[in-house]
T-cell receptor, first 112, second 113 residues
Framework: DAKTTQPNSMESNEEEPVHLPCNHS???????IHWYRQLPSQGPEYVIH???SNVNNRMASLAIAEDRKSSTLILHRATLRDAAVYYC?????????????FGKGTKLSVIP | DADVTQTPRNRITKTGKRIMLECSQT?????MYWYRQDPGLGLRLIYY???????NKGEISDGYSVSRQAQAKFSLSLESAIPNQTALYFC????????????FGPGTRLTVL
């Protein structure tokens, strides 16, 4: 149970912004939202994470809804190298466990 | 050099054979993880370790065992490989802070005939 819901696939034109949505309606107050991406034939790569506030880093921005039931990963200018599967993950702790639970993710295609 | 390395990168073996996949990290992290990925699916957690003396089962530990030989080394073993263990295996590490980031190795592609 990945506990998040994402579209199976999305397309974007190169050099345009991309908004990747994620629903996590059952999130608890202390769960973080993580985003990872997996390029073809590679291991997953960390993109960004947040708890309540919007977050920015060199790779992307993360917008978290006020009720925390959804979030959006924003790639400001998509490049061909951004074509990957993007995973939205609830980082859940409890009883000593700190696990990332991966779903199927969103496959992003970037059109030249 | 890569922070997280896995050996071998590819392995073909036969049903019933014992296989060991090795993972080493130079990030100085206490936490290490083994995941499995099947085609078209996300990653599933097999085992994780928070330090050398701490080993925990993940979502799909049956048929697998692990050994944490040192802070930097975490091995995954298939005692008697079977064809449905054919998959891509990833090792990861993290520093342990709340909300912390996991760093993944390049993966081992295992085929069991």
């Amino acid at each position: 149970d990945a506990k998040t819901t994402q579209p199976n696939s999305m397309e974007s034109n190169e050099e345009e912004p991309v908004h990747l949505p994620c629903n996590h309606s059952t999130i608890s107050g202390t769960d973080y939202i993580h985003w990872y991406r997996q390029l073809p034939s590679q291991g997953p790569e960390y993109v960004i994470h947040g708890l309540t506030s919007n977050v920015n880093n060199r790779m992307a921005s993360l917008a978290i809804a006020e009720d925390r039931k959804s979030s959006t990963l924003i790639l400001h200018r998509a490049t061909l190298r951004d074509a990957a599967v993007y995973y939205c993950i609830r980082w859940t702790s409890g009883a000593g466990s700190y696990q990332l639970t991966f779903g199927k993710g969103t496959k992003l295609s970037v059109i030249p | 050099d890569a922070d997280v390395t896995q050996t071998p990168r590819n392995r073909i073996t036969k049903t019933g054979k014992r296989i060991m996949l090795e993972c080493s990290q130079t990030k100085g992290h206490d936490r290490m993880y083994w995941y499995r990925q099947d085609p078209g699916l996300g990653l599933r957690l097999i085992y994780y370790s928070f330090d050398v003396k701490d080993i925990n089962k993940g979502e799909i530990s049956d048929g697998y065992s692990v050994s944490r030989q040192a802070q930097a080394k975490f091995s995954l073993s298939l005692e008697s490989a079977i064809p449905n263990q054919t998959a891509l295996y990833f090792c990861a590490t993290s520093g342990g802070a709340r909300g912390d980031t996991q760093y993944f190795g390049p993966g081992t592609r295992l085929t069991v005939l």
